[in-house]
Each structure stands twice: as structure tokens, then as C-alpha cells.
């Protein structure tokens, strides 16, 4: 089943510089209280709710944000953040006790060297794992369910298979492995930074073949005829509602993609969102075929 969650931009602010970024660089202030405050109530029927956009956590008021989510009753209250700023104990208790049930910190490494290479920040790769570190140390008693993004590129892919054991060995719930997409800053180096599909598949599928933990592993972005040796990881990005100007949308999984003649009579056809557009456009679609 689809997952359905508001998504809140929080700031037009970012303390890494990440080369695969696909924030709207257009965003012109950060998010007011009386923003939050209505969006929260005209959506609760949603029930679930994230914090996003920039590094959230730079917005002063982050953490009356997510006491305002608590309070309007949302039984799922979401943060994406580079996870630096947690690295400090007190920030990230206070994070967590405000109401927060869903931690998702972006990683692209197991050392600074390939993570601080994508951040383009000095240190950003000690703060982050010390910010996971210390919210792993509390997820019990706040009943948080902690977990990790990390963006495959031609930089980290050969370093997976350290990559998973090392996210485990943290104390993640579920690493999340996602594809370049290629729209925002990301467009621009998308040729570079993007290995091709079967490239992608073939390294992902040996990571997961050697790593004990793979239940807690879920790809997404990846046509699922790919991910033959690993249908049980593949995973739908969810169905985003976003304020844009001044309208609520539903961005649906299937956002900004495609399906081609491969697809029609594939048996996970009805699963897979396809293929990105862009990606089609620049590289084709050879690479699809049925399952």
C-alpha cells in the first residue's frame, strides 16, 4: 500500500552542499508558525506528516513544529535531516521529546572520505554518524523509528558493501537506498554522478548478497525489472502532498516517470512506477525488459 504523508518545507537553508541536492533553491523564506499551524489542521486526515526541505533543523522553531504536529494528533510525525545538528545531545533530546516518531538521516558514506566528497563539507561525516549515534542511543525510550537515506551514486557505489554493515552496526532500523533523481542541482551532474541502471542493479544486488541484514534494506527509484535478484527490497517512494505556490498537490509515486513497451505484460508492472522521463530521455530505455 502506498504511503500518504504532508510534506512541510521547513527552510531554504542547508549547512551541507550535497552534489545530488533537490531542494528548490527558489524557496524564498523559511516556514512561518501560522504556515505550519494551517497546514497541519486542514490536512489531518492524513494522519502522517514530515519535515523537510533544506536542513530543517537550521529553523529556530523546529522543535514547536513538531509539538504542533503532535498536538494536532498525527499519528506519524517525519524528519529529514542531514542529521549534524543532532550531534549535539541536548538539541537532539529535545528533538525527540517534542513528539517525533520517524528520524530519516542522510548518509552517503561509511567513512568521511566518500561522504564529505558528496556534502562537499569538512567533518559533515563525524557530526552525522555522532548525531545517529545519539539518537539510536534514545530511540527506545522515545519510541523512535530511526532511518538512513543514502544516495547511490558512481562515488559511493563500490563502497555499499561497508556502507550496510556499517549503518546496521549503528543501530539503524531501515537503510534506504535511492537513485539519483534527475531534476534540481542533481539535473546539471546527472550524467557524472549517475551510474547507468544495470550498473546500479548489478552493484546493489552484490552489496545485498553479502549483507546478513538485507531484510532492513529498501532500494527505491530503481524500475523493478532490475531488481530481479532482489524484488523483496524494492521499494515505492511515497505519495508526497505538498504545498506549491499556493495550492496542495499529491505527487504521486509515478511522479516524473514513464513506462515504455518492456513494461506492458511485466508481471511487476503494477508495482513499478517505471522509469524517470529524464532518465529515458538521456539514456533510453534499453536497459528495461519484462519480468
Known amino acids: 500500500m502506498t504511503r500518504r504523508r504532508l510534506h512541510i ?71 529529514v535531516t542531514n542529521g549534524r545538528r543532532l550531534s549535539y545531545p541536548g538539541y537532539c533530546e529535545k528533538i525527540l521529546a517534542c513528539g517525533l516518531s520517524e528520524l530519516t538521516v542522510s548518509i552517503h558514506g561509511s567513512s568521511a572520505r566518500v561522504h564529505d566528497a558528496v556534502t562537499r563539507v569538512k567533518e559533515s561525516f563525524d557530526q552525522t554518524v555522532s548525531g545517529l549515534r545519539n539518537a539510536a542511543a534514545r530511540k527506545s525510550r522515545f519510541g523512535l523509528r530511526l532511518v538512513t537515506s543514502t ?17 546496521s552496526g549503528l543501530g539503524v532500523d531501515t537503510m534506504v537506498l535511492n537513485v539519483v533523481e534527475p531534476s534540481g542541482e542533481a539535473r546539471r551532474r546527472f550524467e557524472r554522478l549517475a551510474p547507468p541502471y544495470r550498473e546500479l542493479a548489478a552493484g546493489i544486488g552484490k552489496a545485498l548478497r553479502d549483507f546478513p541484514g538485507r531484510s532492513k534494506v529498501v532500494v527505491e527509484g530503481l524500475p523493478f525489472c532490475l531488481c530481479e535478484g532482489f524484488l523483496e527490497a524494492a521499494g515505492l517512494r511515497e505519495e508526497i502532498h505538498l504545498l506549491e505556490g499556493k495550492e496542495l498537490k499529491a505527487l504521486p509515486p509515478d511522479r516524473f516517470h514513464v513506462k515504455t513497451t518492456a513494461c506492458t505484460g511485466c508481471r511487476v508492472s503494477h508495482l513499478c512506477p517505471g522509469i524517470f522521463k529524464a532518465y529515458a530521455v538521456s539514456r533510453g530505455t534499453s536497459e528495461l525488459r519484462k519480468l
Open 9 to 79: 518545507k521547513v527552510s531554504r537553508s542547508c549547512n551541507n552542499n550535497c552534489l545530488f541536492c533537490l531542494d528548490d533553491r527558489g524557496l524564498r523564506t523559511d516556514v512561518t508558525v501560522e504556515e505550519v499551524r494551517t497546514l497541519l489542521e486542514k490536512n489531518r486526515d492524513l494522519g502522517e506528516m514530515l519535515f523537510t526541505c533544506g536542513e530543517p533543523t537550521l529553523h529556530p522553531q523546529l522543535p514547536e513544529f513538531i509539538e504542533m504536529a503532535r498536538e494536532a494528533g498525527y499519528r506519524s510525525i517525519g524528519l
Open 151 to 167: 544516495v547511490v551514486t558512481a562515488r559511493n557505489l563500490g563502497h555499499l558493501p561497508e556502507i550496510l554493515p556499517f549503518l
